[in-house]
């Protein structure tokens, strides 16, 4: 509690009109989802790049891709109709930080556009390393990474590939698990000594990481996760993980393993509605259809 207080009153920020990070917050503040962001520089076997990232949002879905200008303006349209705007962040369609360009040139814009509004991005870590004065810069205060396994074995039966820009490489197998494990562990710990809130999201998959999950929980707890979200998979078509006939866990499955990481110690949120990269609005509603460009004008 207290290293939330002090991360919250560094950044200036408030966490209980965020309504991801507070239960009580996501019934009266709004979210908005700016799809900016449309490559990716690892391969997981539930996604299918034809839809938007699992990071934060629901596969089997396809947003409206925006320009850094298009999502400013956007992003001023709607703030002005929706008073109970409290979030802005960038969560795909791909990996915000594998399009880090466009991801900080809209963020950079928006600071003075929303100067009380509070910035959140999801990734899924591998560059997080190389952005860390980026986003605490920005005033980045909340930062998601979807981490699904901390042991290589596993992680290798959940991502295909994993592609190093620095060194223009691929990796595959443990390799590639390895590599995207470290990078985020990194970041985790890099962004919570820079006193940036980080949630890790995690996918369950059964079979693969259900008996892992909470050697994951307490792996992210002592590198600093503020909260740790367990997501129930949900296989986008055309994916690996749809070839292989793999299922979703129950909810009682998911149930039981958000019992057993919260009984170990781990702030658990358990009303996450895996939105789109699009959304907008209350967590649970999606107004991004009343938000169209006539709409705004
Ligand atoms: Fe898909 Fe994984 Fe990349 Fe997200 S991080 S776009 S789920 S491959
Ligand atoms: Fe919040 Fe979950 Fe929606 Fe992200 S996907 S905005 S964490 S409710």
Redesign the pocket.
């Known amino acids: 509690e207290a290293l939330t207080e002090a991360a919250c009153h560094s950044l200036n920020t408030d966490i209980t009109r965020h ?2 990070y507070s239960e009580e917050a996501h019934r009266y503040f709004a ?1 908005m ?1 700016v799809p900016v962001a449309p490559a990716c520089n690892i391969q997981c076997h539930y996604c299918n790049r034809k839809f938007d990232c699992v990071n ?2 629901r596969p089997g879905v396809v947003s409206e891709l925006l320009t850094p200008d298009d999502a400013i303006r956007k992003v001023t349209g709607v703030a002005a109709q929706l008073m109970q705007l409290s979030v802005v ?1 960038i ?1 795909g369609p791909g990996d915000p930080l594998a399009n880090a360009d466009k991801t900080f040139e809209t963020f950079g814009g928006l600071r003075s556009v929303v100067p009380d509004v509070t910035f959140c991005l ?1 990734t899924n870590g591998l560059t997080l390393n190389k952005h860390i004065d980026e986003i605490v810069e920005l005033g980045i205060a909340h930062v ?1 990474i979807t981490i699904n396994a901390v042991n290589p074995d596993i992680g290798s039966q959940i991502y295909g590939w994993v592609y190093d820009e620095d060194e223009d490489r691929k990796y595959e197998g443990r390799d590639a698990a390895e590599l995207l494990i470290s990078r985020q562990l990194e970041g985790l710990k890099a962004l919570t000594e820079r006193g940036v809130l980080v ?1 890790v999201n995690s996918v369950l998959i059964p079979g693969v990481n259900d008996e892992h999950m909470s050697e994951v929980s307490r792996t992210v707890r002592s590198h600093g996760a503020f909260m740790h ?1 367990i997501m129930p998979l949900i296989i986008a078509p055309g994916s690996r993980y749809e070839e292989e006939g793999r299922e979703a866990p129950s909810p009682r499955m998911l149930h039981k393993i958000q019992k057993d990481c919260a009984g170990e110690g781990s702030k658990i ?1 358990r ?5 789109r990269a699009d ?1 907008i609005g209350l ?1 649970g509603e999606d107004r991004s259809a009343d938000f169209t460009w006539e709409n705004l004008a």
Do not use: D, F, V, W
Not at 271 to 275: D, F, L, V
């Open positions: 309504p991801c979210r989802h934060e949002s962040g969560a999801s998601t949630k979200n949120m009303h996450c509605r895996q939105c959304a967590l």
